[in-house]
């Protein structure tokens, strides 16, 4: 497939690019899959440079679509793996990869599966994430990943802005919640700059933002479980106007035993979700454990 005579884009997908390959295919995006591709190959470059890829790095991408992403990747990277959903864009990929960059396509390794059933990778460990991810499943996706696997030590997601907002909002923060939190449990999370819509096919009606997430050298310093502690972030915020006194209630068996466990943790039993940090929702859960 020849470049496009209109960009710079060299082996990267310009827009007459990602068209062609579209038509070819017969590739219309989906919104029931988020599917927005990027046919901007300055905005791939970014990206790639946000992510601080380097030589050695082993990157997991997920929904990679057309590829105009995993060509900048791999351009910079070790090796990439792509987990694709799309059974149409799986299949065409690795032909994309080859075709793009021939030097290069042994380095590109394709899972066709959905990413929140993905449990291993082929070929060594991945040690960073860079995707940009579709709005409806970015933050259980995010989580999985970070969950299943540790050796991801940076992570770079686009996603919708206001996703974007809550990953990285801070304790306070009106749109601060489970995502903030869990997000934190992982990995230190920030605003990493914003994308604009005309960067995309088709044009989505949303902005878009970049956040970066760089896993924290040691997790949360805890006797409790993760999943003890995600129980007590689910509690708190299903009932967000409610004092953690009173929305804990459910989660502690009684809402004296929710004060006690937050006493204990030396947190005002009149205090809500939202201005806690993740440690201190790890101590509430520390200090039922202990109560029982």
Known sequence: MSNSSTDDSGPLLGPA???ELAGALGVRPTKQRGQNFVIDANTVRRIVRTAEVRPDDVVVEIGPGLGSLTLGLL???DRVIAVEIDDVLAAALPSTVAARLPGRADRFALVHSDAMHV???????PTALVANLPYNVAVPVLLHMLATFPSIDRTLVMVQSEVADRLAARPGNKVYGVPSVKANWYAEVKRAGAIGRNVFWPAPNVDSGLVSLVRRDKPVETSATRAEV???VDAAFAQRRKTLRAALAGWAGSAAA???ALVAAGISPQARGEALTVEEFARIAEMREAGK
């Open 17 to 19: 690019d990602i068209r």
């Open 75 to 77: 351009e910079a990277a």
């Open 119 to 125: 449990t291993e990778l082929p070929g060594p460990e």
């Open 230 to 232: 995600f129980g007590v």
């Open 258 to 260: 929710a004060e006690a």
